[in-house]
T-cell receptor, first 113, second 116 residues
Framework: DAKTTQPNSMESNEEEPVHLPCNHSTISGTDYIHWYRQLPSQGPEYVIHGLTSNVNNRMASLAIAEDRKSSTLILHRATLRDAAVYYCILRDRTTSGTYKYIFGTGTRLKVLA | DAGVIQSPRHEVTEMGQEVTLRCKPISGHDYLFWYRQTMMRGLELLIYFNNNVPIDDSGMPEDRFSAKMPNASFSTLKIQPSEPRDSAVYFC??????????????FGPGTRLTVL
């Protein structure tokens, strides 16, 4: 079901930038790319989303490839509090015409002090 | 707003018992989702509601699971009878206007269910 591919884990040093990649080669023209993260013992939380152009918000930046088959979530200065599982998600259209997020295994980010 | 509220945060029960999980969505949100998270299967959508009406329950594992949303501010997920394989963390989430491609889901803290 999952239409995205992410590395299982990554490490980063504190206060350095982190680039989390995601491949979504089967993306359709109207699919938005969503990123959520899940901190330990918490529910997932929204990080950022985009369609074609690069996006910035207070948490992160999202760089989307020109062909939209891949994207990269950028944390400009990783902190210990950014240690989490990061999910890159497309909405999946079901046979009944409804939509649902398919959460894959995500990337577990470890931030080293 | 206090965000999505779930209760209880932890539930330990014995096999065969009825379990009821509760959720209060963010005020004004008209979509509500129930997810289950396990190590083996990750995060799975069980069911979602729009304006208190169930829209897609294809993720509900079997008849032992049922969900209701009697009003805009309350939903329950019931398991009867419970089995050890139901042990998981159950999340409730809500969102506003899912018609667009940009719906953002806000998750609650989850209920950790252990069935002995």
């Amino acid at each position: 079901d999952a239409k995205t591919t992410q590395p299982n884990s990554m490490e980063s040093n504190e206060e350095e930038p982190v680039h989390l990649p995601c491949n979504h080669s089967t993306i359709s023209g109207t699919d938005y790319i969503h990123w959520y993260r899940q901190l330990p013992s918490q529910g997932p939380e929204y990080v950022i989303h985009g369609l074609t152009s690069n996006v910035n918000n207070r948490m992160a930046s999202l760089a989307i490839a020109e062909d939209r088959k891949s994207s990269t979530l950028i944390l400009h200065r990783a902190t210990l509090r950014d240690a989490a599982v990061y999910y890159c998600i497309l909405r999946d259209r079901t046979t009944s015409g409804t939509y649902k997020y398919i959460f894959g295994t995500g990337t577990r980010l470890k931030v080293l002090a | 707003d206090a965000g999505v509220i779930q209760s209880p945060r932890h539930e330990v029960t014995e096999m065969g018992q009825e379990v009821t999980l509760r959720c209060k969505p963010i005020s004004g949100h008209d979509y509500l989702f129930w997810y289950r998270q396990t190590m083996m299967r990750g995060l799975e959508l069980l069911i979602y509601f729009n304006n208190n009406v169930p829209i897609d329950d294809s993720g509900m594992p079997e008849d032992r699971f049922s969900a209701k949303m009697p009003n805009a501010s309350f939903s329950t997920l019931k398991i009867q009878p419970s089995e050890p394989r139901d042990s998981a963390v159950y999340f409730c989430a809500s969102s506003l206007d899912r018609g667009r491609s940009t719906d953002t889901q806000y998750f609650g803290p989850g209920t950790r269910l252990t069935v002995l």
